[in-house]
């Protein structure tokens, strides 16, 4: 518990310079993306191949919210991963259910995401994205995954534990 605790103090000072994990100094790539859309996760794509061209040994970590699966370079993003065999990549998906419209199956209704994501061709897997055992266990699973990307399926409540934000676009 005392090492989680350790990694969590080093997690939330990630925006500092010469941030180190685990010995492994974070690369941070920035993207606004109130101007380039959907694009980082192509660069997750780009730098998780660049990785592997070059021999580097290193993970990519991806973030990204389910109101955002509607979007096109997503899905180009989540084919190219798999084609590539990106298996240093793993990409969390925030699954609360909401977005700033309202609901995301009352805004655009794009089905399972589980088997969407595995007919891509990606390792899936589906944790309670507020138990910290199961996020841990998640990436460890995903080191484990050989020849396919890893896409962890965090299910949230938006806001919780706070009544006046808790489930509310």
């Excluded at 700033?100 to 399972?112: A, L, P, Q, R, Y």
Aim: net charge negative; proline share 1%; with cysteine.
């Amino acid at each position: 518990v005392d090492q989680r605790l350790a990694l969590m103090d080093k997690v939330e000072n990630l925006n500092e310079d010469d941030t180190i994990i685990n010995d492994v100094p974070v690369i941070q790539g920035f993207i606004n993306l109130d101007e380039q859309g959907l694009k980082d996760y192509l660069v997750a794509n780009g730098m998780a191949m660049a990785s592997k061209m070059d021999s580097m040994g290193y993970r990519v970590y991806c973030i990204l919210g389910d109101g955002e699966l509607e979007e096109g370079q997503v899905w180009e993003a989540a084919m190219s991963a798999a084609h590539y065999k990106l298996d240093n990549m793993v990409a969390f998906l925030d699954y609360n259910g909401l977005q700033i419209d309202g609901k995301t199956e009352d805004v655009m209704n794009i089905g399972s995401i589980v088997d969407k994501f595995k007919a891509f061709g990606w390792n899936v897997i589906e944790i309670d994205g507020h138990d910290f055992d199961q996020i841990f266990a998640a990436l460890d699973m995903a080191k484990e995954t050989v020849g396919k990307p890893t896409m962890i399926v965090a299910k949230t409540v938006k806001g919780k534990g706070i009544s006046y934000m808790e489930n509310k676009a």
